[in-house]
């Protein structure tokens, strides 16, 4: 039997991989695991109430696009957070992010322009599903460099021309999973101006928005209000996960211009997966309310200050700006992981996993990335042991 050939260069996915590496070696201390982004902080206390009085809601269909009082919901926090004044023919509500990540590019990325193959952007490293929704959508999957030298976000404007002009999509993640760079007013200003020259798409990839260190970071809905861009140009992602410490929800939604919208919602008619009624009823309860949401910022911030004190003076250490993980400098990745599992007993993930070779290089090779969603203690163990072996 055969498979397709578009998939037949993906890497095993970054987790499967890590287990390869670590999983022969037996660890050398209690296991303190700071791999996966999964959040660990509490969840919300009245989303058991709501599901159980919403329990009967299983027993229909959901509606496709979003109930209307879920779609006001949104809309509410989008103006209270951002600023940004939607309706709700502007608004999808998704299976969490990566489902309307990959979906949203086979609804809006061209089989060809100019009659050419088209180029799909992103930064390298990378959330993953960026590089599978432009294979499948047939297109050149770019990968831009997102390193130091640019402040961790990709320098799209510095491609060449000819590339810029076969762009249909570009994905821009901020807070950047994994290194938490966030973009600033200025720089969504300018990638807009970019992609209005090009003519092509920005899918604002913002589901770590509201886990900050000392700002709120910029919204990409409210700088294209601001400067007038087309509605068309821009789509922006967001979710429950991180926000509201719901990952198992998978809720969330895609937000931008009327006609990009009615595509996505007509794709999906076709062949996607509404969310049910009771998911549907938590979601609006969780963006109407902002109480939970500072509490658990609250408790990033002071593991942030803590990473701070822990890792005081060590040369090229950066806490980050948004989101919740490090992204601390190693030699190499694989090998300071692998030494620090067989040492300590804590896990965390390779740089290298979350990137890929562009011009004979790996951005993330010489990079470890570390989740803090444990507890702080337990968090804090992590890092001191990390610290002591691997930088003592």
Same mark, same amino acid.
């Given at each position: 039997?055969?498979?397709?050939?578009?998939?037949?260069?993906?890497?095993?996915? +970054?987790? &499967?991989?890590?287990?390869?590496? /670590?999983?022969?070696?037996?660890?050398?201390?209690?296991?303190?695991?700071?791999?996966?982004?999964?959040?660990?902080?509490?969840? &919300?206390?009245?989303?058991?109430?709501?599901?159980?009085?919403?329990?009967?809601?299983?027993?229909?269909? &959901?509606?496709?696009?979003?109930?209307?009082?879920?779609?006001?919901?949104?809309?509410?926090?989008?103006?209270?957070?951002?600023?940004?004044?939607?309706?709700?023919?502007?608004?999808?509500? @998704?299976?969490?992010?990566?489902?309307?990540?990959?979906?949203?590019?086979?609804?809006?990325?061209?089989?060809?322009?100019?009659?050419?193959?088209?180029? *799909?952007?992103?930064?390298?490293?990378?959330?993953?599903?960026?590089?599978?929704?432009?294979?499948?959508?047939?297109?050149?999957?770019?990968?831009?460099?997102?390193? #130091?030298?640019?402040?961790?976000?990709?320098?799209? #404007?510095?491609?060449?021309?000819?590339?810029?002009?076969?762009?249909?999509?570009?994905?821009?993640?901020? &807070?950047?999973?994994?290194?938490?760079?966030? #973009?600033?007013?200025?720089?969504?200003?300018?990638?807009?101006?970019?992609? %209005?020259?090009?003519?092509?798409?920005?899918?604002?990839?913002?589901?770590?928005?509201?886990?900050?260190?000392? +700002?709120?970071?910029?919204?990409?809905?409210?700088?294209?209000?601001?400067?007038?861009?087309?509605?068309?140009? *821009?789509?922006?992602?967001?979710?429950? =996960?991180?926000?509201?410490?719901?990952?198992? @929800?998978?809720?969330?939604?895609?937000?931008?211009?009327?006609?990009?919208?009615?595509?996505?919602?007509?794709?999906? =008619?076709?062949?996607?997966?509404?969310?049910?009624?009771?998911?549907?009823?938590?979601? %609006?309860?969780?963006?109407?309310?902002?109480?939970?949401?500072?509490?658990? /910022?609250?408790?990033?911030?002071?593991?942030?200050?803590?990473?701070?004190?822990?890792?005081?003076?060590?040369?090229?250490?950066?806490?980050?700006?948004?989101?919740?993980?490090?992204?601390?400098?190693?030699?190499?990745?694989?090998?300071?992981? @692998?030494?620090?599992?067989?040492?300590?007993?804590?896990?965390?993930?390779?740089?290298?996993?979350?990137?890929?070779?562009?011009?004979?290089?790996?951005?993330?090779? #010489?990079?470890?990335?570390?989740? @803090? *969603?444990?507890?702080?203690?337990?968090?804090?163990?992590?890092?001191?042991?990390?610290?002591?072996?691997?930088?003592?």
């Amino acid at each position: 039997m055969a498979f397709p050939e578009r998939f037949s260069n993906l890497p095993d996915y +970054a987790f &499967p991989r890590l287990r390869k590496l /670590l999983d022969a070696h037996a660890p050398g201390g209690e296991t303190i695991s700071m791999t996966i982004g999964e959040p660990r902080h509490p969840m &919300p206390d009245f989303v058991a109430p709501i599901l159980a009085a919403n329990i009967d809601g299983f027993a229909v269909y &959901p509606a496709n696009d979003g109930t209307p009082e879920l779609l006001d919901a949104i809309a509410g926090w989008i103006k209270r957070r951002f600023g940004a004044e939607l309706g709700s023919d502007q608004l999808m509500v @998704l299976n969490g992010t990566r489902e309307g990540l990959y979906n949203a590019c086979i609804a809006l990325s061209p089989e060809s322009k100019n009659g050419k193959k088209p180029v *799909v952007l992103m930064p390298n490293p990378f959330y993953q599903v960026y590089a599978v929704a432009a294979l499948t959508v047939g297109a050149e999957p770019c990968y831009v460099p997102a390193t #130091a030298a640019t402040g961790f976000l990709p320098d799209y #404007a510095a491609l060449p021309a000819d590339v810029l002009d076969r762009v249909t999509v570009a994905y821009i993640c901020s &807070p950047a999973n994994p290194q938490g760079a966030v #973009a600033s007013r200025a720089y969504w200003t300018q990638l807009l101006a970019l992609a %209005e020259k090009h003519d092509f798409v920005i899918f604002a990839d913002e589901c770590y928005s509201e886990i900050w260190r000392s +700002a709120p970071p910029v919204g990409v809905l409210d700088v294209a209000q601001a400067v007038g861009a087309n509605p068309e140009r *821009v789509f922006s992602f967001h979710s429950l =996960s991180k926000r509201s410490n719901l990952p198992g @929800l998978r809720s969330g939604f895609v937000a931008g211009g009327r006609k990009g919208i009615a595509e996505m919602r007509k794709l999906r =008619s076709f062949a996607g997966a509404p969310l049910p009624l009771p998911v549907q009823k938590v979601s %609006e309860a969780c963006w109407r309310d902002d109480a939970h949401v500072a509490a658990s /910022l609250a408790l990033y911030q002071d593991k942030f200050a803590a990473a701070d004190a822990i890792f005081s003076g060590l040369q090229g250490f950066e806490c980050p700006e948004g989101g919740f993980f490090l992204w601390l400098p190693v030699t190499d990745g694989e090998e300071a992981a @692998l030494k620090l599992w067989r040492e300590t007993g804590v896990r965390v993930l390779p740089g290298a996993y979350l990137s890929r070779d562009a011009n004979g290089e790996n951005p993330g090779k #010489a990079y470890l990335r570390v989740a @803090l *969603v444990a507890p702080k203690e337990e968090m804090q163990r992590g890092l001191i042991q990390l610290r002591d072996c691997l930088y003592g």
